[in-house]
């Protein structure tokens, strides 16, 4: 089992930045890929990034490359977004998942976070 805990949203103007946190419980928290997803206003939950374990893989959605970068430090078992030029459709709630599979942790995940906001103004 995985328990996350995400923490870091907040209200950023246009063009600034924001790092999100999630923190992991659960003794195979470091043998799990992990993700972020997102749902803004009126919309459904959509993923956003997402890291293997173990090597340095990564995925992005497209709408985020370049501007967001996801990492994870094992040893705080804490998963991390960064976000940088920030706009205001990145306005949602962002969501950190995990699931024991890379590819299921992009569309599926077993597990989630509560998840925290995030909005950016114009």
């Known amino acids: 089992q995985v328990q996350l805990a995400e923490s870091g949203g907040g209200l950023v103007q246009a063009g600034g930045s924001l790092r999100l946190s999630c923190a992991a419980s659960?003794?195979?928290?470091?043998?799990?890929?992990m993700g972020w997803f997102r749902q803004p206003p009126g919309k459904e939950r959509e993923f956003v990034a997402a890291r293997a374990w173990s090597t340095q893989t990564t995925k992005y959605a497209d709408s985020v490359k370049g501007r967001f970068t996801i990492s994870r430090d094992n040893a705080k078992n804490t998963v991390y977004l960064q976000m940088n030029s920030l706009k205001p459709e990145d306005t949602a709630v962002y969501y950190c998942?995990?699931?024991?599979?890379?590819?299921?942790?992009?569309?599926?995940?077993?597990?989630w976070g509560q998840g925290t906001q995030v909005t950016v103004s114009s």
């Open positions: 998942a995990a699931d024991p599979d890379f590819q299921r942790v992009a569309r599926d995940p077993g597990f």
């Open positions: 659960g003794r195979t928290f470091g043998f799990y890929p």
